[in-house]
């Protein structure tokens, strides 16, 4: 009888999973070809389809409302409102990151991307003839099948540009940070719960690469912003300072006025729990585009 239980739960997981890809086949090839190359490679496992499957968070819905929302007529972007106040920026415990000490900062209200810059979107600037192509190794953003993926293999300098032709422009890493944790100080987007398959594509999911935009809904954080833990690095507008927490100003913090480095906050699929916190700080040349390297844009309230 238990073996009967137990053969008669596994062909029900098998259906599931079969009418679940089914669905979303049409719309998420992405996923099917991630699962077809996994299994050319030999890698292709259950426990890798129900992590890669826990991304949709099928049956859950966020508790999250944003404050406003609004969209921009020149991408598509959903934006959500993030008000004006103080919050605390930075580590409460500083160890081997002694870069970012937490403190009280005042932030003018300001409306954040809810979901990264995805090659559609990005597709938009370059047919406008705005933005610049990317580098030869990003292969995969004028492919269809990629269209929600976030653009990668971006410079600082594209990501800028591109949120100028956006009407908007890159978010201030204060900016970033309150729109990722509010005003509670928690440790990532959703809370203090450490990230799990469900909430965020980190080192944990076996994904090993960037999925849609618009997956990770229960990681939202508190005002309804989307994969700003793991998925891709996001550059941010400030020169990279060491010292800089020790020095910003108490009111809309801009960065250092000069340096070597920009700075990158969220981390990546490729990162563990550490790395994809709201407080990490990451830093490149501003010139160099990477494979996980991404962004989404801020915008004044006018």
């Known amino acids: 009888m238990k073996r009967n239980t137990k ?3 596994y062909l029900f997981s098998m259906i599931t999973i079969v009418l679940f890809l089914a669905v979303i086949s049409a719309l998420n090839l992405d996923i099917l070809f ?24 099928i049956g859950k819905r966020s508790s999250v409302i944003p404050v406003d929302l609004k969209t921009s007529a020149l991408d598509g972007m959903e934006q959500v409102y993030v008000p004006e106040g103080n ?3 930075g580590k409460g415990e500083v160890r081997k990151n002694a870069d970012s000490p937490m403190h009280i900062i005042y932030l003018d209200a300001f409306w954040m991307d809810k979901y990264e810059v995805s090659n559609a979107m990005y597709l938009k600037c370059l047919q406008a003839g705005t933005c610049t192509d990317m580098v030869s ?7 269809w099948v990629y269209r929600d993926h976030p653009v990668t293999y971006v410079a600082w300098e594209q990501a800028g540009l591109y949120c100028q032709w956006a009407g908007r422009r890159l978010p201030t890493e ?4 309150k729109a990722a ?8 987007p959703w809370g203090d719960e450490l990230p799990n398959p469900r909430l965020a594509n980190f080192d944990g999911t076996m994904i ?21 833990s793991g998925n891709v690095r996001e550059w941010v507008t400030d020169w990279y300072g060491e010292d800089y927490y020790l020095v910003m100003p108490y009111a809309n913090p ?3 006025e000069t340096g070597f480095e920009r700075s990158l906050r969220g981390g990546s699929y490729s990162e563990d729990k550490n790395e994809v916190t709201t407080t990490n700080r990451m830093r490149h040349e501003p010139q160099s585009a990477g494979l996980s390297r991404g962004f989404r844009c801020a915008q004044d309230v006018n």
């Open 7 to 9: 053969r008669n739960f």
């Open 34 to 57: 991630r699962f077809y190359n996994a299994h050319q490679n030999g890698t292709l496992t259950m426990e890798k389809i129900r992590l890669d499957i826990a991304a949709f968070d």
């Open 87 to 89: 919050f605390l920026m």
């Open 137 to 143: 190794d990003n292969i995969t953003y004028r492919n």
């Open 174 to 177: 204060a900016e970033w940070e």
């Open 181 to 188: 944790r509010g005003t509670d100080g928690r440790q990532y």
């Open 208 to 228: 090993h690469e960037a999925v849609s935009i618009y997956r990770y809904p229960l990681g939202a954080s508190p005002y309804g912003a989307l994969n700003m």
């Open 254 to 256: 801009t960065g250092p």
